[in-house]
Nanobody, 124 residues
Framework: VQLQASGGGLVQAGGSLRLSCVASGFTFRSYHMGWFRQAPGKERDFVAGITRGGNGVTYADSVKGRFTVSRDNAKNTIYLEMRSLNPEDTAVYYC??????????????????WGQGTLVTVSS
């Protein structure tokens, strides 16, 4: 099983980035997916979740209206489109997968598989 996240980098406040996460080694279309982030010295926080079919999404309040999660089951890939970035969005971003009944859950322990993370740095 592998979740390979990419797309992170350094961006100025107000800018945009698009993260991708390619999955392999499991039946991607059967799994709900999520994005989490962890800033230095802080806990890992939920960012967004998307159901296995892509028809249901959930966002953390801090990113609503700025971030958009999507998936392409034909490509085994999920995306996180991030706009209006601010320094508080600086963190390592992780994608994760689970096939429990709790679809877009924000609870990290529900997720079975995790990617290695991609660093997003937003400068002021």
């Amino acid at each position: 099983v592998q979740l390979q996240a990419s797309g992170g980098g350094l961006v100025q406040a107000g800018g945009s980035l698009r993260l991708s996460c390619v999955a392999s080694g499991f039946t991607f279309r059967s799994y709900h997916m999520g994005w989490f982030r962890q800033a230095p010295g802080k806990e890992r926080d939920f960012v967004a979740g998307i159901t296995r079919g892509g028809n249901g999404v959930t966002y953390a309040d801090s990113v609503k209206g700025r971030f958009t999660v999507s998936r392409d089951n034909a490509k085994n890939t999920i995306y996180l489109e991030m706009r209006s970035l601010n320094p508080e969005d600086t963190a390592v971003y992780y994608c994760a997968a689970h096939n429990s009944p709790w679809s877009t859950t924000s609870t990290p322990t529900v997720y079975d598989y995790w990617g290695q993370g991609t660093l997003v740095t937003v400068s002021s």
